[in-house]
């Protein structure tokens, strides 16, 4: 394989005698042939790509570092000091601690009243004593059987029927009150005889209508009045305060009162549901009793229990066997955060989620940290979580790919790191912050000192944040060993600038960086142009210009546009003198050449161009421009000319078209219509800002009309946008200058003396 030349030299200029350099090796020997396995799309090769990636991020998740498992029982003796390779829960003391505080809460639950209530049991209860109760009154109320039926067979006035009252003879009113006051006396009940006496003279009717009365009385009381033990008898008190007791005649009153009270019943029991919510209140409440990384479980020579046990069993050590629970939550936690990165990428960014290099651009970045991460956890020391440098994925991807999506992966990374150090949230939220302001500092790169302000910005924010959380937890680790994370912020930046290089070689892929080395004039390519081309060169910096101003105006990358645009005519130096830019008012070698072959000519400075940045190793990006810089427009002035020399014969339009593509992106557009754009208004004899703004609409609207812009996804805002920056650089360059009028030597010299004198 042929050497490239060097910037600065001639091939091989710069390299060790003894052989190639790395860079080289890794460009010619690396980078090729994996930029070949990338080159076609393939979703077969996508899928293996995720799928590798998720189990190799999800082995070096699992891997334990922990020490072997042990065969140990209940009851036996610790023949070792284990030492908990990771946070875990006490499960066994755990529970103990929720079972005790269930007790107590239950203790004092059953003693508050609030959590006591009304047994609608006693109510039913109360109804039934009082129907037995007036049971029993009906028959004392009842007249004694005669001795002897009526002749006739009918049967006589019913005893306590409608036909007693104040006409029956006294002394059957007196036996019937002394049944009365027996039945009383039976039920333990005790009324004077002047409310026996009432109730003997009812008739059955009224006797109804005063057990419904009592009845409604009762129920009434027991369903709506809180009676506790204590409380009983201060209710019983109070029964002639009821409503309808109250308002009752004072001889039935005197009945209904003594009845309601002697079915009073404490009616109040603890509720089941504000029993049960007390008790899981006071369960939840207690802590999770947690064994922190690195605490001893048990030590050498004492007795194994089943807390041991249990603890052993969660982290996996009891006869090696592996932590399920981890390894299922790992599985899932990594399902979904692969998900979400996909559903993000397959939504937002199709274009990267169809590119099998940049997945595995950020596979390979994913998984550089997550072994950096892994190798973190083998240190017995708190301070290792916080030295993951999620900061490096955030500014290679930002870098290498898009900053939206460096954010997402940052986001994923640092909950992963927070995993594998048994998820510290500590070590999540430092992460997640340096990851952050990575992607941040360096979404707009203009200079190669913006990755080492980067990593200042990383470390500083990490150091913030770690403060900021000892503060807020008091915790005086965080704090005393809070410039660990300037480390991790320099750390990723040196990364970033060591990394960065191979990674774009090896997937070429132009960042940022790259593009600043391309545009710097010393490079072989643009010196060749000044060199042999110098005003195709001064032409390719005004188009520049133009276009990185258009660029800003739309939101395209201006950068890349500068640097596509420096490089659009390169093609131009393996003929420079049949360009009129570099003749200088010299014979113009087309007037001698058939029109035909002055179109070829000019257009084969699209495929010399291509071939001299393939040679010189240019990214595809700037090739693009140079392919697309011209599209498929049409070589008018030759056209024209050889339809003129045809005089009347037909000419084929196809052969004065440049080859094409049209241009495929906003960018190379941009620089197309920059191109096009300088070179008439330079043309102008004299450019006003009306007739520069008149031109540049005009040529803007050919270049739309001739379909030379449908692939380029800029809409009408954008050429609007455009053609007003257009305007405003050109009206700048090609301003109207004062003319100063000639002086004489004498005259000069008396203006300058006095000056000078003054200075």
């Known amino acids: 394989m042929g050497m490239k030349q060097e910037p600065g030299g001639a091939p091989g200029a710069g ?5 190639p350099s790395l860079r080289e090796v890794w460009r010619t020997r690396v980078s090729v042939p994996v930029s070949e396995v990338f080159r076609k799309p393939s979703p077969t090769r996508r899928a293996l790509l995720v799928v590798g990636l998720f189990l190799i991020m999800f082995a070096l998740a699992v891997a334990s570092s922990a020490p072997d498992g042990v065969d140990w029982e209940v009851g036996d003796v610790a023949t070792r000091d284990v030492v908990a390779p990771r946070d875990v829960v006490n499960r066994h003391r755990t529970e103990q601690l929720r079972e005790e505080a269930a007790r107590q809460a239950l203790r004092e639950a059953e003693l508050d009243p609030v959590n006591w209530e009304i047994n609608p049991a006693e109510a039913l209860r109360s109804e039934e004593r009082l129907a037995a109760m007036f049971a029993v009154l009906r028959q004392a109320l009842a007249e004694p059987e005669a001795p002897e039926a009526p002749e006739d067979g009918e ?8 036909s007693e009252g104040a006409g029956e003879p006294e002394a059957d009113l007196q036996a019937r009150t002394a049944r009365v006051l027996d039945a009383f006396s039976e039920l333990g009940l005790d009324v004077s005889p002047r409310a026996a006496e009432t109730l003997a003279r009812m008739s059955a009717r009224e006797v109804d209508e005063l057990e419904a009365a009592v009845r409604s009385a009762a129920v009434n009381i027991m369903t709506t009045r809180r009676i506790g033990e204590m409380d009983l008898e201060r209710e019983r008190a109070t029964v002639a305060l009821h409503a ?12 209904m009162i003594p009845l309601v009270q002697s079915v009073m019943r404490p009616n109040l029991i603890p509720s089941p549901e504000k029993i049960e919510r007390a008790r899981q209140e006071a369960m939840r409440g207690v802590a999770e009793v947690r064994i922190r990384e690195g605490q001893i479980i048990i030590r050498r020579g004492d007795q194994v229990e089943l807390e041991h046990i249990l603890l052993l069993q969660d982290l996996g050590l009891v006869d090696g066997r592996p932590d399920y629970g981890f390894v299922a939550g790992v599985l899932v936690l990594q399902l979904l955060l692969f998900t979400m990165v996909g559903v993000y990428l397959y939504q937002q960014r199709p274009d990267i989620f169809r590119s099998d290099a940049q997945l595995a651009l950020m596979g390979l970045i994913v998984l550089l940290v997550m072994a950096l991460a892994k190798v973190g956890t083998f240190i017995p020391w708190e301070g290792s979580g916080f030295l993951v440098p999620v900061g490096l994925a955030g500014l290679l991807i930002t870098l290498l790919v898009d ?40 979404s707009r790169v203009s200079q190669r000192s913006d990755l080492t302000r980067a990593g200042f910005i990383v470390g500083g924010t990490s150091f913030l944040t770690m403060v900021a959380l000892g503060l807020l937890r008091s915790d005086m680790f965080i704090i005393q060993y809070s410039f660990l994370g300037v480390v991790t912020g320099l750390v990723s930046a040196v990364g970033t600038i060591g990394l960065l290089p191979y990674l774009e070689t090896l997937f070429r892929i132009t960042s940022s960086i790259r593009l600043l080395e391309l545009s710097n004039p010393n490079h072989p390519l643009l010196r060749k142009l000044l060199m042999e081309a110098p005003g195709s060169y001064h032409h390719s910096i005004l188009v520049g210009n133009l276009a990185e101003a258009a660029a800003e105006a739309i939101g395209a990358d201006p950068l890349l546009v500068r640097v596509g645009a420096q490089y659009h005519d390169i093609g131009k130096t393996k003929r420079p003198y049949f360009f009129v830019e570099n003749q200088f008012g010299g014979e113009n070698p087309h007037d001698k050449i058939s029109p035909t072959l002055s179109t070829l000519i000019v257009i084969s400075h699209v495929k010399d161009g291509v071939e001299l940045a393939q040679e010189y190793q240019l990214p595809p990006v700037i090739v693009d421009f140079i392919k697309e810089h011209h599209g498929t427009d049409l070589v008018k002035y030759f056209y024209q000319k050889a339809v003129e020399a045809a005089q009347g014969e037909p000419v084929d339009e196809q052969d004065f078209r440049y080859p094409g593509p049209k241009p495929q992106s906003k960018e190379t557009a941009l620089v197309m219509l920059a191109d096009g754009v300088e070179a008439a208004v330079r043309s102008l004899s004299r450019p006003t800002p009306g007739r520069i703004e008149g031109l540049v609409r005009r040529l803007i609207k050919e270049r739309l009309e001739s379909g030379q812009l449908d692939e380029s996804n800029l809409t009408l805002r954008d050429l609007d946008k455009i053609a007003d920056a257009f305007v405003r650089v050109l009206t700048g360059i090609f301003h109207k200058r004062v003319e100063y009028p000639e002086l004489k030597e004498h005259e000069l010299r008396k203006a300058v003396e006095p000056e000078a004198r003054r200075a």
């Open 244 to 255: 309808g007791i109250r308002d009752a005649a004072e001889d039935r009153r005197e009945l």
């Open 15 to 19: 390299k060790p005698r003894g052989g």
């Open 155 to 162: 049967a006589g006035p019913p005893p306590g029927g409608e």
């Open 403 to 442: 900053s939206r999506v460096a954010l997402i992966v940052v986001i994923m990374l640092a909950v992963m790191a927070a995993a594998l150090y048994g998820l510290d949230g500590r070590v999540f939220i430092v992460a997640l912050a340096g990851g952050i302001s990575a992607v941040y500092s360096v």
